[in-house]
């Protein structure tokens, strides 16, 4: 449902509370919700009508997210026996971040944005936190889920939301009036369609949609966005950040001798704002980073390197060079590999990382109770004291994957984490490294902004200087 007939809809459940001849009211839904302020109106208007009169929701196909949030309202719930219910969450669109400008301007930080950036996340938390808190409220008892269980985010058959307590009965439409009509006592009583013949109002189609997709979303509303929304056949890939990108005839140089080589040789992801993270700890310590996209720069670079940078890789590594990185470690090279899960499959990196001991985990981690303001982004704590871990206590990982080796120096996560792959806790470990090598399985912590976050910034120093080290 969207903002242009919410305000219909609203307006009809005030006729039905204000009308002394309407003694119940029968709700039927089939919807995978809409924008939260529209969601939200309908709830609290529903909840109202539910104080004054019988109300029952009827599930003839799907009340999820924002749908059942409404369902919640009324006294009771009815669903046919494949309807599905649940899916109690949000999604949010993170405001952007902003190329100031010298011809327009606004008079404070957050003018042309409305929300940090950084701390949106915890703003999107107290609205998941208030609609799951309402819904327990509404269902009172008769729900036997807990909070974190609800905010999952799962759908369910009519016949266990009936065993989990987020649906009542079974039955059909006329079961839900007939529901209606005798918790109101009525033995005579006609049947009033309130929105009969209104089939012409102006209902947003992407709502109606099962394919929906994010990008219809985002061309009809401006960022920030949230909503509450199931959308089953969407693609979570929203437009990125601008990539690093660098093409073959702009990476030769004259420089005789530099320390740090960037691969981009296997149309590796990183975002600008990672890449300058880079650049700025590495400048520091008087390091010099060369980017290379092609193998053959890459053999020739390695020669003078001291450490390789290997960003998530869209393209697998062949035998041919693999053999150019190993021979690049035997004589004395070190390595950073970093892959994110949002960017890539594993499968590309792994094809190299394997041979050196390390596999990345496809899926991502999650916490649920112990998070930074959302469930992906997850505390991650050292296991051992040694230069990696010099001054850190903790530092937040954004949607990272797990890492098996069995290298014995690792980053673990915070108890509670959860594997999407495997759905269950386990100790997991995004950050393992030897003295060769260090491999993380996220790139995002490298955002200039995600710098701030815990000993973010302290744990990047460290890698720089791990890898710069002098051999003892």
Same mark, same amino acid.
């Given at each position: 449902?969207?903002?242009?007939?919410?305000?219909?809809?609203?307006?009809?459940?005030?006729?039905?509370?204000?009308?002394?001849?309407?003694?119940?009211?029968?709700?039927?839904?089939?919807?995978?919700?809409?924008?939260?302020?529209?969601?939200?109106?309908?709830?609290?208007?529903?909840?109202?009508?539910?104080?004054?009169?019988?109300?029952?929701?009827?599930?003839?196909?799907?009340?999820?997210?924002?749908?059942?949030?409404?369902?919640?309202?009324?006294?009771?719930?009815?669903?046919?026996?494949?309807?599905?219910?649940?899916?109690?969450?949000?999604?949010?669109?993170?405001?952007?971040?902003?190329?100031?400008?010298?011809?327009?301007?606004?008079?404070?930080? %957050?003018?042309?944005?409305?929300?940090?950036?950084?701390?949106?996340?915890?703003?999107?938390?107290?609205?998941?936190?208030?609609?799951?808190?309402?819904?327990?409220?509404?269902?009172?008892? =008769?729900?036997?889920?807990?909070?974190?269980?609800?905010?999952?985010?799962?759908?369910?058959?009519?016949?266990?939301?009936?065993?989990?307590?987020?649906?009542? %009965?079974?039955?059909?439409?006329?079961?839900?009036?007939?529901?209606?009509?005798?918790?109101?006592?009525?033995?005579?009583?006609?049947?009033?369609?309130?929105?009969?013949?209104?089939?012409?109002?102006?209902?947003?189609?992407?709502?109606?949609?099962?394919?929906?997709?994010?990008?219809?979303?985002?061309?009809?509303?401006?960022?920030?966005?949230?909503?509450?929304?199931?959308?089953?056949?969407?693609?979570?890939?929203?437009?990125?950040?601008?990539?690093?990108?660098?093409?073959?005839?702009?990476?030769?140089?004259?420089?005789?001798?530099?320390?740090?080589?960037?691969?981009?040789?296997?149309?590796?992801?990183?975002?600008?704002?990672?890449?300058?993270?880079?650049?700025?700890?590495?400048?520091?310590?008087?390091?010099?980073?060369?980017?290379?996209?092609?193998?053959?720069?890459?053999?020739?670079?390695?020669?003078?390197?001291?450490?390789?940078?290997?960003?998530?890789?869209?393209?697998?590594?062949?035998?041919?060079?693999?053999?150019?990185?190993?021979?690049?470690?035997?004589?004395?090279?070190?390595?950073?590999?970093?892959?994110?899960?949002?960017?890539?499959?594993?499968?590309?990196?792994?094809?190299?990382?394997? =041979?050196?001991?390390?596999?990345?985990?496809?899926? %991502?981690?999650?916490?649920?109770?112990?998070?930074?303001?959302?469930?992906?982004?997850?505390?991650?704590?050292?296991?051992?004291?040694?230069?990696?871990?010099?001054?850190?206590?903790?530092?937040?990982?954004?949607?990272?994957?797990?890492?098996?080796?069995?290298?014995?120096? %690792?980053?673990?996560?915070?108890?509670?984490?959860?594997?999407?792959?495997?759905?269950?806790?386990?100790?997991?470990?995004?950050?393992?490294?030897?003295?060769?090598?260090?491999?993380?399985?996220?790139?995002?912590?490298?955002?200039?902004?995600?710098?701030?976050?815990?000993?973010?910034?302290?744990?990047?120093?460290?890698?720089?200087?791990?890898?710069?080290?002098?051999?003892?």
């Amino acid at each position: 449902m969207s903002e242009y007939n919410s305000s219909f809809y609203v307006s009809l459940i005030y006729r039905a509370l204000k009308s002394n001849d309407i003694k119940a009211v029968v709700i039927y839904i089939d919807s995978p919700g809409g924008v939260a302020s529209t969601m939200e109106s309908m709830f609290y208007a529903v909840r109202k009508l539910s104080e004054e009169k019988v109300t029952v929701a009827y599930v003839g196909g799907m009340a999820a997210s924002g749908a059942y949030y409404v369902a919640s309202a009324c006294r009771y719930i009815v669903a046919s026996p494949s309807s599905v219910v649940g899916n109690v969450g949000i999604i949010a669109v993170v405001p952007p971040l902003v190329v100031p400008s010298e011809y327009v301007i606004e008079t404070g930080p %957050y003018k042309a944005t409305g929300f940090s950036y950084l701390y949106f996340p915890f703003n999107v938390s107290h609205i998941l936190e208030k609609m799951a808190n309402n819904i327990i409220e509404a269902r009172r008892n =008769r729900i036997r889920l807990t909070f974190h269980e609800i905010i999952q985010g799962k759908l369910y058959f009519a016949v266990e939301a009936i065993r989990l307590g987020l649906v009542d %009965y079974e039955g059909s439409l006329i079961d839900a009036i007939e529901l209606a009509a005798r918790e109101a006592g009525l033995r005579e009583y006609d049947i009033i369609y309130l929105n009969k013949g209104e089939s012409s109002l102006p209902i947003l189609p992407e709502t109606l949609s099962w394919n929906i997709t994010y990008s219809s979303l985002l061309s009809r509303y401006s960022k920030p966005t949230i909503l509450l929304l199931y959308v089953p056949r969407a693609s979570f890939t929203f437009i990125r950040e601008d990539m690093l990108r660098y093409y073959s005839r702009e990476c030769h140089s004259s420089v005789a001798s530099y320390e740090v080589v960037l691969d981009l040789s296997h149309k590796n992801l990183i975002t600008l704002l990672q890449f300058q993270t880079l650049q700025e700890k590495f400048m520091r310590y008087g390091a010099y980073i060369k980017i290379v996209a092609s193998s053959e720069e890459l053999t020739y670079a390695l020669d003078k390197a001291k450490v390789l940078i290997i960003p998530t890789p869209s393209l697998d590594y062949s035998d041919e060079e693999i053999k150019v990185v190993m021979d690049y470690l035997d004589k004395g090279g070190r390595i950073l590999l970093l892959f994110d899960p949002s960017l890539s499959y594993a499968y590309y990196m792994n094809s190299l990382s394997s =041979r050196l001991g390390i596999v990345f985990s496809e899926g %991502y981690l999650y916490n649920m109770k112990n998070c930074f303001g959302y469930y992906r982004n997850i505390y991650v704590y050292p296991s051992t004291a040694d230069d990696l871990s010099e001054n850190v206590s903790a530092i937040v990982l954004f949607t990272a994957t797990h890492i098996y080796s069995n290298f014995t120096s %690792y980053f673990e996560a915070s108890n509670g984490t959860m594997s999407l792959v495997t759905e269950n806790e386990d100790l997991f470990k995004p950050i393992v490294y030897s003295e060769k090598i260090v491999a993380i399985g996220d790139q995002t912590f490298l955002n200039t902004l995600n710098t701030c976050v815990a000993d973010n910034r302290l744990f990047i120093d460290n890698i720089v200087r791990y890898l710069l080290k002098e051999k003892d």
